[in-house]
């Protein structure tokens, strides 16, 4: 133990001036064992307990398996909105219902990892991130075999609604984990080999549902997802728990709902929040729409229309990748929100005036590049401004973006599927660039 009159030197996470008043108290202090790890205890004159768990002493998981971990249970939320997509023709046969009851069940899957963000992310505050995380997959793996027995649509809109619901805890609780574990730079950074992943998934999911459904037939695509839930699970197991019990919410878990005033009080993070969700808008209009623009209007084969989701996924990831490069994150914002507003209105002019399809290609690949460029730096500033709460920021940041996903996704398809989708576009890239208006002023 070394003391020193630095005013940044702490005792085991402890402030200087709290170290002191508590040295000029003590009269027992002692180190207790306890299974695979230890507890520091200090027993002061009041019967005060100042208790520091393992989780200060180093018992964090390498980078490397967090990296792994936290990318797989990213991933799951896109993965079961939009694996499935290019079976909902089949569906449609199967069940001898209409097409919009059919694209109801990705309507609920939405609103299930909305929901189900707010309700894990909460908790995950009260509880500790290891518990959520165990309900949450139990809850997905029991859902996705509803989905494989269900004998009518309206069986498998219910199921869909709970696989939604037990695949957002994954999606919130990485969050969660990634910002107890990293803060600053170290944070922006692995936030942005997540968000990779993250803006990865939805693009190439559909193109693996495609290539499953040549295999197999739809139920095929829902057991792939219940055996790759299986594997992230048995690999989070060895996930250790990163939110110690000192700093998790009090009270009950019923009373967790009251944890949501203060963030939506924090009027800095609920604009990021809200800059992340438009610019995540664009994305899922894109996803919605990009089938019947690319496939029926340009009438580009299934082949083609792969590679074409598997370049714009390139876009995100380098998007994402390149933004934790850049040393001032406020100022990488700014010029990526302002370079996505630029180039949503040339991808709105291209839909517009049905220009060659290369033009659109290029248009688009520049719009998915800005916004994959959005997605780490927005989430890394908001989840930077809740200190005390941050499951509950995560599940905030990520439920909005779903509901506004799960809006703005049917909104494109509306009419003339090209001048909706220009509308969506460039709509959403003008709130988002509004909302960064604010949250700069607000800075100031």
């Known amino acids: 133990m070394h003391v020193s009159n630095k005013q940044d030197i702490t005792f085991y996470g402890l402030k200087k001036e709290d170290f002191m008043k508590l040295r000029s108290n003590v009269f027992f202090c002692s180190f207790v064992p306890g299974l695979r790890s230890y507890s520091l205890t200090f027993m002061i004159h009041n019967d005060t307990k100042v208790q520091q768990t393992s989780h200060e002493i180093n018992r964090k998981n390498s980078k490397f398996y ?7 249970m990213t991933a799951f939320a896109p993965l079961v909105t939009d694996m499935y ?9 199967y069940f001898k219902t209409s097409v919009s009851m059919v694209q109801f069940t990705i309507s609920t899957s939405m609103l299930g990892i909305a929901l189900g963000q707010l309700f894990f992310g909460s908790v995950s505050d ?20 509803g989905c494989l027995l269900s004998p009518n649509i309206h069986t498998l809109i219910f199921f869909r609604l709970l696989q939604g619901l037990g695949a957002a805890g994954s999606i919130v609780i990485a969050r969660s984990v990634a910002s107890d574990w990293f803060t600053g730079k170290e944070l922006l950074k692995f936030l942005a080999l997540i968000t990779a992943v993250q803006g990865i998934a939805p693009i190439a999911a559909p193109v693996a549902g495609g290539i499953l459904l040549l295999l197999t037939n739809w139920k095929g695509i829902f057991l792939f997802l219940g055996i790759l839930g299986l594997i ?21 878990v019923y009373t967790s709902i009251k944890l949501f005033a203060p963030v939506f009080r924090n009027k800095p993070l609920i604009l990021y929040i809200a800059l992340l969700s438009f610019s995540m808008a664009i994305m899922f209009a894109y996803i919605a729409s990009s089938p019947f623009i690319f496939q029926e209007h340009y009438n580009v084969s299934s082949i083609e229309y792969s590679l074409i989701f598997a370049i714009n996924a390139v876009a995100l990831t380098i ?30 002019i291209s839909l517009l005036f049905d220009i060659p399809l290369i033009l659109l290609c290029i248009s688009l690949f520049l719009t998915l590049l800005c916004a ?50 220009c509308g969506v576009m460039v709509g959403c890239a003008a709130f988002a660039a509004i909302t960064l208006f604010f949250a700069n002023k607000n800075n100031q």
């Open 66 to 72: 967090l990296l792994v971990t936290l990318s797989g």
């Open 126 to 145: 009260k509880m500790g991130r290891r518990q959520p995380l165990f309900i949450s997959f139990v809850l997905y793996l029991l859902a996705t075999g």
């Open 319 to 348: 998007g994402n990748l390149v933004a934790a490069r850049f040393k001032n994150p406020q100022k990488t914002l700014n010029y990526a929100v302002l370079c996505l507003l630029a180039f949503s209105m040339l991808t709105g």
């Open 372 to 421: 994959g460029a959005t997605f780490p730096i927005s989430t890394n500033l908001a989840l930077d401004l809740e200190k005390k709460y941050k499951g509950t920021a995560s599940a905030v940041l990520g439920a909005s973006s779903f509901l506004v996903g799960s809006i703005v996704m049917p909104l494109s398809g509306l009419g003339n599927i090209l001048h909706s989708t």
């Open 232 to 252: 992230v699970w048995a690999i989070s197991l060895y996930l250790k728990e990163s939110l110690p019990v000192h700093k998790r919410a009090k009270g009950s």
């Open 85 to 93: 997509l290019p079976a909902l023709p089949v569906l449609t046969g």
